[in-house]
Nanobody, 122 residues
């Protein structure tokens, strides 16, 4: 059974930083790409970033390019999202997902974890 558990969210002021973690289990982590998505209040799922299985290839949405960085630790079965220069519009619940999900219909994905809340406000 695929299990994904996100952590690291919280309340931060505009311009601040947070580092999200996603602990994965139930599958061979090092053979899958991983993805971060978010859902802002009243909005749909937004793809943010994906990383390939080795960590050597990454891709980002324009909305977070140059502010967010995705990386992974295949020994600890964990994927991270370093978020810098946070803006109020980054307020959302953040989820990780198994797979390279850029251009994927996220409404078809099933293995969601609980997510972690990020709130950006002064």
């Amino acid at each position: 059974e695929v299990q994904l558990v996100e952590s690291g969210g919280g309340l931060v002021q505009p311009g601040g930083s947070l580092r999200l973690s996603c602990a994965a289990s139930g599958f061979t982590f090092s053979t899958y790409g991983m993805t971060w998505v978010r859902q802002a209040p009243g909005k749909g799922l937004e793809w943010l970033s994906s990383i390939n299985n080795s960590g050597g290839r990454t891709t980002y949405a324009d909305s977070v390019q140059d502010r967010f960085t995705i990386c992974r630790d295949n020994v600890k079965n964990t994927v991270f999202l370093q978020m810098n220069s946070l803006k109020p519009e980054d307020t959302a619940v953040y989820y990780c997902a198994r797979g390279w999900l850029r251009h994927y219909n996220l409404s078809l994905y099933n293995d969601w974890g609980p997510g972690t809340q990020v709130s950006v406000s002064s």
